[in-house]
Every structure is written in C-alpha cells, then in structure tokens.
C-alpha cells in the first residue's frame, strides 16, 4: 500500500464503471506513473451505484495494469485502489457516501466529477439520416435531429411517514445527477479538499454545453427537450464564474462545510473539461447504429473536425491532463488567456491533445478580443465573437445561478435532516 504522505497524490472520479469514468481512470494511473518519480503514489478511489459495480471496475483496473509487466510490479507499491458506492440521484446516498469518505481518508487533492446520465431521447431517424450526410461535420457534433424527454424527476428523496408519502418538490432527474448531487458532495467534502495544497475540482463538461440550452427560470431543466445538455450548460457556468468577485459570497458559502467555520483558503479551484465526441454507453443505442456513429465519428475526423476523439480513451486525455499538471503550469496558461474550458482533441490522423473551448458569452477564455488567437479551429457554425456586454451578462448570470444553487442547498439540506 502506498505510503500514507505529502508524496501520495489523492484522487476521486464518479461514475467510473464504465465508459468516459473508467478511461479517465486508467489514463490517470498510465499517466502519473509515466510521468511522476517512483517516489510519488497514487490513491484512487472510484464511485459507483452499486458494490457489485465496484468490484467489477477495481478488478478491471487491476487487469490494465497488469497488461503491462513493468507496471505489475508497481502496483502494491504506488497504486492504490478503492470503491464508494454513490446514486446521486439519491442526496442521502450523497450524504452517506460523504461521510464514508470524511473518515477513510486523509486529504482529497483532485476530484473528477464525471458521473451523470443524458435522459431518455427521441431521435428522429429521417432527419438524423438527412443531415449527417449533407452536413456531416456539424450534425455529428452539435446533431440538430434528437430531442429529450420532459419533465423526467428523480425518486422522491424523503422516507416515507405512516404509509404515505412525504410532500416535497421536485428535483429534476438529469438536473440531480448530473449537478445537483456532484454539487452536495464536493460541498460536503471541502474538508479533504482543504488539506490538499492545490486542491482541483474537475467538472466534466460536453462540446453541446449551448446558451440556448439553459434558463435560469427553469434550472433544473423540468420543462426543456434539452436536460443533458442544460445540465452541462450550468456546469460551464458554476466552474467557470466561481473564481468571479460577483460569485464570491455564495462560492465562500459553498466551501463552507462542517467542520470548517469559515471557506479554505486558497479555495479549492474549480477546471472544465469535456471529452470531445467520443462514444460510450450514455447514449444506449443497437449495435447496427452503433457502428454507423462510429463510422459517421470518423468521417467527421477525416473532414477536420477537432473534437471526434471517438474513444473513450481518448476522450480522457482533458481531465487527466487537468488533474495531473503541475500547478505553475495551469496558473501560467491562466494568467496568459483566462480560465478557460478544456477539451480533448485529436488530429486526422486520431493523435490526441488538449485544446480550448469557446463558451458561449465567456469565450475562450473571458477576455474580449482572444478569439483573433485561437483562430476558427473547432469553434461552432455562426459562433459570435465575445463582446463586453456578453461577458458582463455572463457574470451576472453566474452570480444569479450561485445564489440559486445555494438556496436549493441549504433547503435540500434542511429537509434531509
């Protein structure tokens, strides 16, 4: 087991069973021991829904590691392995779960909020046949032809009482998977974050994280067609204005947890990234149609699209990079060209890297004027050039949403006491 001190790094990724969760796991350990001395270890703990779920995805991560032999001999000696079992669909499985982790561990310094779930969809196959083929680049990553169900909620979150149920309101499904449940354990979980020098919370974000797809009237996206990619919208937009002087009494209210009287300082720093367009299980599909959007994926590479990592792997190479950075080398691209989202990309030739995302009212980076640096490479058809009122209208959006958030927090908290 690895040594339980200042050289062991501490890691938390949800929603590893499988998919983008499982890659993002495997390329961690890959990575850390590639690059890192073999003074250094590494502790990572993976969530899942169930214990049958973890055993799977620890014994799977073993079996990676043992593919190589030079790494097989490493594994007791800097590579630890855990599991936590975590609906966060459920918030007092979220609670359950964070105090599980309070008294297992000692410091968290990184943690991967990868889990969610994209809803129940609706594709109009006409359409999806159509546009991909006159259109195939952009169809196959903004895809126009797919729309979600409305007004999915999550299980009711309180027991019970003499046979009945008890009265609460709703919280959207998509919204609580894959938002609001992250957003109770990282809260609950600022002490561990607190003992970590450079502490990193990672949002996994989507290349479809749109303004039109989110409205702060409906935040937790019970009346749009458009849940997933609200979801992710709101995760841009939490991550991103956190560091913002508008955000701050409600993101200082957030890393305020027991038993911390007041936020850590530094704060812990919150990353975006997203996978590009790489396939995986969120979107169940049969194995005839699987194999054409993975063919469709590869015919939008080899027309230059940036953003068609197609595997899972691959997709990973964004927050793995995030997590696994040294902290002068975040805060120096930062410091150049804003905060910025991240994705993972690849060339024609599949070759993967990191490169930034525009965001819809923030740009590349919050800083008028940068779009002239980062050329038209990746950006969306009929994407605007950042002006200063879109980016004070952003602020402003962030600072409404932080209060919004920490509202439904403190309710949601009271209620489950």
């Not at 949800?14 to 590494?42: H, K, W």
């Not at 952009?138 to 895809?143: I, K, L, R, S």
């Not at 009945?164 to 600022?190: D, R």
């Not at 993975?294 to 953003?307: I, Q, T």
Request: hydrophobic share 40%; glycine share 6%.
């Amino acid at each position: 087991m690895p040594d339980m001190a200042d050289n062991c790094t501490y890691v938390l990724v949800t929603g590893a069973n499988t998919g983008l969760g499982f890659a993002i796991c495997c390329r961690i350990l890959d990575e850390f021991l590639e690059t890192r001395p073999s003074t250094q270890s590494i502790d990572l703990t993976i969530t899942t829904r169930s214990a049958h779920k973890s055993k799977e995805t620890i014994s799977s991560l073993e079996a990676h590691i043992n593919r190589n032999s030079q790494l097989k001999s490493l594994l007791q000696n800097r590579i630890s392995l855990h599991s936590e079992q975590l609906d966060l669909t459920l918030l007092r499985s979220v609670q359950d779960a964070s105090q599980r982790l309070l008294s297992q561990l000692p410091r968290l310094d990184v943690i991967i909020l990868n889990a969610g779930i994209a809803g129940n969809w609706i594709i109009n196959w006409p359409k999806a046949i159509f546009t991909s083929i006159i259109d195939p680049v952009e169809q196959v990553t903004y895809p126009t032809f797919a729309r979600g169900t409305i007004g999915a909620v999550a299980k009711p979150q309180l027991p019970a009482q003499n046979g009945k149920s008890t009265p609460e309101p709703p919280l959207g499904e998509v919204f609580c998977a894959n938002v609001f449940g992250h957003y109770l354990l990282v809260h609950a979980l600022t002490p561990l974050l607190a003992d970590a020098a450079h502490p990193r919370i990672i949002c996994v974000s989507s290349v479809e994280a749109t303004a039109h797809a989110f409205k702060l009237s409906d935040l937790q996206a019970l009346t749009t067609e458009h849940a997933y990619h609200s979801s992710k919208r709101l995760t841009d937009i939490l991550a991103l204005t956190a560091p913002l002087p508008a955000s701050k009494p409600y993101v200082d209210s957030f890393f305020t947890a027991p038993p911390l009287p007041s936020p850590p300082k530094p704060p812990p720093r919150f990353y975006i990234a997203h996978p590009g367009v790489c396939s995986t299980s969120i979107w169940p599909l049969a194995w005839v149609v699987m194999y054409l959007k993975l063919l469709s994926f590869y015919v939008a590479r080899w027309l230059g699209s940036p953003w068609h990592s197609i595997t899972p792997y691959k997709g990973a190479v964004a927050p793995v990079w995030l997590a696994l950075a040294s902290q002068a080398t975040l805060d120096r691209i930062e410091e150049q060209d804003g905060q910025g989202k991240w994705g993972s990309s690849t060339d024609i030739w599949g070759r993967e890297r990191v490169m930034r995302t525009e965001v819809d009212g923030w740009g590349f980076g919050g800083t008028v004027g940068a779009e002239n640096g980062f050329g038209q490479k990746g950006r969306r058809r009929g994407a605007k050039d950042l002006t200063v009122g879109e980016r004070e209208k952003f602020e402003e959006l962030g600072r409404d949403t932080w209060k919004e958030m920490e509202r439904l927090r403190v309710e949601w908290e009271k209620r489950l006491k």
